[in-house]
């Protein structure tokens, strides 16, 4: 069974920066297609981030990357604004790349952002 476990969330001033990591284990880290999401109070889980794309309101200012040794998953987050405040997710999935939560399998518990203005 795929587990996955985010790290890095905090609270940062506009204009700051934040690292996340989302370690993976259970299987070959490989083999599967990652990406970020995240979830505002009161709004849906959107997507922000796989290796194909980038959500609009993030793109130039986020980078994700992996680390296949390390079985691990970052999102470089630059330039944070008030609005990327949330809880965020990393997601694994069987079969590709994609922005609809609903195609990723594993889930992690969610690590909170907080920018503050």
């Known amino acids: 069974q795929v587990q996955l476990v985010e790290s890095g969330g905090g609270l940062v001033q506009a204009g700051g920066s934040l690292r996340l990591s989302c370690a993976f284990s259970g299987r070959t880290f490989s083999r599967y297609a990652m990406g970020w999401f995240r979830q505002a109070p009161g709004k849906e889980r959107e997507f922000v981030a796989s290796?194909?794309t980038y959500a609009s309101s993030v793109k130039g200012r986020f980078t994700i990357s992996r680390d296949n040794a390390k079985n691990t998953l970052y999102l470089q987050m630059n330039s944070l604004k008030p609005e990327d405040t949330a809880v965020y997710y990393c997601?694994?999935?069987?079969?590709?790349?994609?922005?609809?939560?609903?195609?990723?399998?594993?889930w992690g518990q969610g690590t909170q952002v907080t920018v503050s203005s």
């Open positions: 997601a694994a999935s069987r079969v590709g790349t994609m922005t609809s939560p609903l195609g990723y399998d594993y």
């Open positions: 290796f194909t």
